[in-house]
């Protein structure tokens, strides 16, 4: 199972809106809407963010939304601020298994 | 609240085996699927195992299916993956996750803060 395709890094400023795609194939994201995204601060464990493509878990900030378009997800980060900066991972169910994306490294300008 | 512990990383020449162990608190654990993923130094997540909450169905990852077995001891509410075989590429923190459902199929809800094994000679 190839893994999923995402930008290596994204951008923004501080208040600005970024999108970081994920892209699988039809046997992968585009077969289930179970896609998840998790936040990996550096040397700390990975959170969830997103799950089931648009689901918040509580206490998740709600500047955080998720979408799936055919075999593409996103995760969208409104209002962008400082904490925002780390990297996030798209992972998609398949089959009976788990494929992660690369990551993405966000930067906060 | 959630708390997974993971335990028995460590330096281990290839070839040879090591077991990890994720004890898990906060919830009821024999009612959830749970995961192993790893990291490779500077890498990304890598998903490895899954174990559903009665441990009757178990999967893995093609760079693992063989050599790794996921199990789980309900009475003491923890997980274990034993790694044989042991490759320099498998060096990485292992993290195990508690899942959101019973399965393998919901998100990875939890996770622990690793174990770091090493495979070098």
């Known amino acids: 199972q190839s893994a999923l395709t995402q930008p290596a890094s994204v951008s923004g400023s501080p208040g600005q809106s970024i999108t970081i795609s994920c892209t699988g194939t039809s046997s992968d994201v585009g077969s289930y809407n179970l896609v998840s995204w998790y936040q990996q601060y550096p040397g700390k464990a990975p959170k969830l963010m997103i799950y089931?493509?648009?689901k918040r878990p509580s206490g998740v900030s709600n500047r955080f939304s998720g979408s799936k378009s055919g075999n593409t997800a996103s995760l969208t980060i409104s209002g962008l601020q400082a904490e925002d900066e780390a990297d996030y991972y798209c992972?998609?169910?398949?089959?009976?298994?788990?494929?992660f994306g690369g990551g993405t490294k966000l930067t906060v300008l | 609240q959630v708390q997974l512990v993971e335990s028995g990383g460590g330096g281990v020449q290839p070839g040879r085996s090591l077991r990890l162990s994720c004890a898990a608190s906060g919830f009821t654990f024999s009612s959830y699927g749970m995961h192993w993923v790893r990291q490779a130094p500077g890498k990304g997540l890598e998903w490895v195992a899954v174990?559903?909450?009665?441990?009757?169905?178990?999967y893995y990852a093609d760079s693992v299916k063989g050599r790794f077995t996921i199990s789980r001891d309900n009475s003491k509410n923890t997980l274990y993956l034993q790694m044989n075989s042991l490759r320099d590429e498998d060096t990485a923190v292992y993290y195990c996750?508690?899942?959101?459902?019973?399965?393998?199929?919901?998100?990875?809800?939890?996770w622990g803060q690793g174990t770091l094994v090493t495979v070098s000679s």
């Open positions: 996750a508690k899942g959101r459902t019973y399965d393998y199929v919901g998100a990875l809800e939890y």
């Open positions: 992972c998609s169910h398949v089959v009976s298994s788990k494929v």
């Open positions: 089931e493509v648009t």
């Open positions: 174990i559903s909450y009665d441990g009757s169905n178990k």
